[in-house]
């Protein structure tokens, strides 16, 4: 085999990695979040805490992106069926995307709003 073959198993045990630390960056989004819905108090009205709640289901989407990726890169690890190794890679870029997306969108409704 060529040194320069990256194997499957490699992008695998990366893209786990990556996950790992995309999910832990995704809970500072929730937790901001959470926060500061927590920070409107029980008198706020349902218009001011509908757009957090809206926030905090767009940050929980790629958390639990990151989950299955987890989940899919482990089972790819145990079992080397074939057809995972789309679905891990796939659910990774999601989670990316994801996440750019929640952490724009946050940011936005947070400071600029």
């Known amino acids: 085999m060529p040194p320069d073959v990256v194997l499957h198993k490699d992008v695998v045990i990366a ?11 995704i809970l500072v989004f929730v937790g901001l979040v959470i926060n500061a819905y927590s920070a409107l108090g029980s008198t706020a009205t349902e218009g ?28 790819w690890l145990l079992l080397q069926w074939e057809w995972l190794y789309g679905w891990v890679v796939g659910l990774f870029i999601a989670t990316a995307v994801m996440l750019a997306v929640a952490a724009f969108w946050t940011v936005k409704e947070l400071v600029w709003d």
């Open 15 to 25: 893209l786990l990695g990556a996950s790992a630390a995309l999910v832990g960056l």
């Open 48 to 75: 001011a805490k509908a757009p957090y709640r809206c926030m905090a289901g767009l940050t929980l989407v790629p958390f639990g992106l990151g989950l299955a990726q987890i989940g899919f890169g482990t089972a």
